[in-house]
């Protein structure tokens, strides 16, 4: 089974998809980007992924032609191409080729890219749990657009596995919390609330993120988003990460602290199977 992609109206083999060297993606990171999977072989949560696509797209004022149910087409017929049990889908689209300079041409024709790849799959996670630390904020003001700028990214990541932990969470200087760098936060209160960083200008309104809030309330726990600091997260019952790949992981420790009794929580457990009851089944 092939990995594949899709470079501007072509499938072919993923070792041969090329850009070109001035391509505004490769050297502005003036590009957005989406990320979706499958379940049962058919692409979660297509609609509401799409619509953050588009809003990306909105926010940079990226001028294109494309059209949702003809990302949708692509992306099918890409699933279907690969033939993988479950699959995972990256979209990028640039502003495209233009000699190197930071005005934006006033005529350009964007460059879209997907590419396929088998999905391995991560529900051992949720048995095992992950180790995070926390870092300071130094990333652009505008994290609700799915940009390709993610250095700071990078180097928190970097940063955290250097520090043996599975994954960095970015906190403000007054100890605000917004996520990791590929995924939402969210805590368990000791008093049996679900809470999770209000949406804003400061963390990527996760599509997963949202369905767990569901899934959640369907099981009866109660919710809230609103802020959360550190010193909450550190005193959580338990803590959970979440994103398309990584569903509900519980978070045994941060910054070297047990979050509860430092072993995957029962509520976690609760909403991973009612998220996989409620939607998991229902793809496509």
């Known amino acids: 089974m092939p990995e594949i ?5 072509e499938f072919l083999p993923l070792e041969r998809a090329l850009v070109h060297v001035e391509d505004r993606g490769y050297q502005f990171a003036d590009a957005v980007y989406e990320f979706l999977r499958t379940y049962g072989g058919q692409p979660f949560a297509m609609d509401e992924h799409l619509q953050r696509l588009f809003a990306s797209l909105d926010a940079i004022g990226l001028k294109h032609s494309f059209t949702a149910p003809q990302l949708e087409e ?17 979209l990028q689209i640039s502003r495209g080729q233009a000699k190197r300079h930071r005005g934006i041409p006033p005529n350009y024709s964007p460059t879209l890219v997907i590419t396929v790849r088998a999905l391995a799959s991560t529900a051992h996670l949720c048995q095992i749990g992950v180790k995070l630390i926390t870092v300071p ?3 652009w003001a505008r994290c609700d657009i799915k940009t390709v700028g993610l250095l700071a ?19 403000d200087a007054d100890g605000t919390v917004h996520e990791a760098t590929a995924g939402n936060i969210l805590i368990v209160t000791t008093g049996g609330q679900l809470v999770t960083p209000a949406k804003s200008h400061r963390l990527l309104a996760g599509v997963t993120r949202d ?3 569901q899934a959640a309330t369907a099981a009866g ?10 010193t909450e997260l550190l005193a959580a019952a338990e803590a959970i990460l979440t994103s398309s790949t990584a569903e509900v992981v519980p978070v045994l420790a941060v910054d070297g602290q047990k979050i509860g009794t430092g072993k995957p929580g029962p509520v976690a457990a609760r909403i991973y199977q009612q998220f996989i009851r409620q939607f998991a089944s229902h793809a496509g």
């Not at 692509?74 to 993988?84: G, V, Y």
């Not at 990214?153 to 970015?170: H, I, K, P």
């Open 5 to 9: 992609a899709y470079v501007n109206g």
């Open 74 to 90: 692509i992306i099918r017929e890409a699933i279907r191409r690969a033939a993988f049990p479950e699959t995972m889908v990256y």
């Open 137 to 139: 904020d130094q990333r």
């Open 153 to 171: 990214n990078v180097l928190a990541y970097q940063a955290a596995q250097q520090a043996g932990a599975n994954d960095a969470v970015f906190c």
């Open 211 to 213: 369905k767990l809030l």
């Open 221 to 230: 726990i109660p919710t809230a988003e609103r802020r959360i600091t550190r």
